[in-house]
């Protein structure tokens, strides 16, 4: 089992920045990929990022030159670095941890908003 607890959400005018993190607990050394998801109102959840478990990122063509995943593997955290952001990035973002074996657990999310 892998709990999973997002902060970093809120409120930011287009342009802006925000640093979601993403802390987990619980079976960590099980965990393959760590993936920011989000979900915006009336539409289904997308992928937004990912990091492999040795380090490879993969993002979602929108995002892709302003946003970072990144882990801090000391601190058994990960985090989505989102920057220029733009009114459609608006959304309910979740982190997704994947562990080995393919079983998927998902934190409660975290609202990020971006208006003026």
């Known amino acids: 089992q892998v709990q999973l607890v997002e902060s970093g959400g809120g409120l930011v005018q287009p342009g802006g920045s925000l640093r979601l993190s993403c802390a987990a607990s619980g079976s960590i050394l099980s965990i393959s990929d760590m993936n920011w998801y989000r979900q915006a109102p009336g539409k289904q959840r997308e992928f937004v990022a990912t990091?492999?478990?040795?380090?490879?990122?993969n993002y979602v063509d929108s995002v892709k030159g302003r946003f970072a995943i990144s882990r801090d593997n000391a601190k058994n955290t990960w985090y989505l670095q989102m920057d220029s952001l733009k009114p459609g990035d608006t959304a309910v973002y979740y982190c997704n941890a994947v562990l080995v074996g393919g079983s998927g657990f998902w934190g409660q999310g975290t609202q990020v908003t971006v208006a003026s």
């Open positions: 990091i492999y478990q040795f380090g490879t990122r």
